[in-house]
């Protein structure tokens, strides 16, 4: 069953954490300062994933939801939205002001209903927020998550129309514990072409939050999510890369 860190996926990422996420595997930088989040590899499923990779949702995933694939010759990772959310990320160990900047590529197939494409890439953090504090003091009421404890997250999204392109909704009025949404790319017209994205992880995260301290946040994990309950509408994600 899902925990609380997923049941905002509709619009965001509820903020919260598991008490020991901390001791789980985590993906590290290599002295390069690099992190190649997702390649994909061969028979990456929800149901075998890797050790530093976690899936929640609030009911089963088929197959079809989440398998790699050729589309147009990339090697990518197919995710199709359906009736249950879902999140699937990869823990990370890496500052934020050290390796800010996130790559990757993807192809989206156009959604049927109005609105953003419900496939979207999540990246969260700790250690910005000074009200948070450590690890060791995150709430108890998070034990129901296997997500890495975290206090922030960002949402990349692509956008209804190719105008929002660029467009940050830092707004918290429906939560104060939601995920702003970047809206990365957007229109149907750009729909169905593969499209290298680089964003500034670093930058995203000052203008969202400009009262944390930058230089104490940690990215704790990067993914991918999808909302539950609106018509399937499948991405293809590529090279997931955090560099510096």
């Known amino acids: 069953m899902v925990g609380k860190c997923a049941l905002l996926l509709l619009g965001s990422v509820l903020i919260g954490g598991l008490l020991s996420g901390c001791t789980a595997p985590r993906a590290a930088m290599t002295p390069e300062g690099l992190l190649a989040v997702l390649g994909p590899v061969p028979g990456f499923t929800a149901a075998q994933l890797p050790d ?50 996130l790559s990757w590529s993807w192809n989206i197939e156009p959604p049927s209903a109005p609105g953003f494409h419900p496939v979207r890439v999540i990246v969260g953090f700790h250690g910005g ?94 993914g991918i999510a999808t909302p539950p309950n609106r018509p399937p509408a499948p991405a293809y994600v590529s090279a997931i890369v955090l560099s510096r």
């Open 52 to 101: 530093d990779w976690v899936v929640e949702s609030n009911g089963e995933i088929s197959q079809q939801q989440l398998r790699v694939v050729s589309k147009d010759g990339v090697q990518a990772l197919r995710i199709a939205n359906g009736k249950n959310a879902f999140i699937v990320v990869r823990r990370t160990q890496a500052m934020l002001l050290s390796t800010p900047f």
């Open 129 to 222: 927020n000074p009200a948070s504090g450590s690890w060791g003091s995150q709430p108890l009421k998070w034990l129901g998550s296997r997500l890495p404890p975290h206090d922030r997250a960002i949402s990349l999204t692509w956008g209804e129309s190719a105008l929002q392109r660029g467009v940050f909704e830092i707004s918290q009025a429906i939560d104060a514990r939601a995920a702003p949404r970047y809206t990365v790319r957007g229109g149907r017209e750009n729909a169905g072409t593969w499209w290298r994205e680089d964003v500034d992880l670093a930058d995203l995260y000052a203008r969202a939050w400009p009262g944390d301290d930058v230089g104490r946040a940690q990215i704790m994990f990067i």
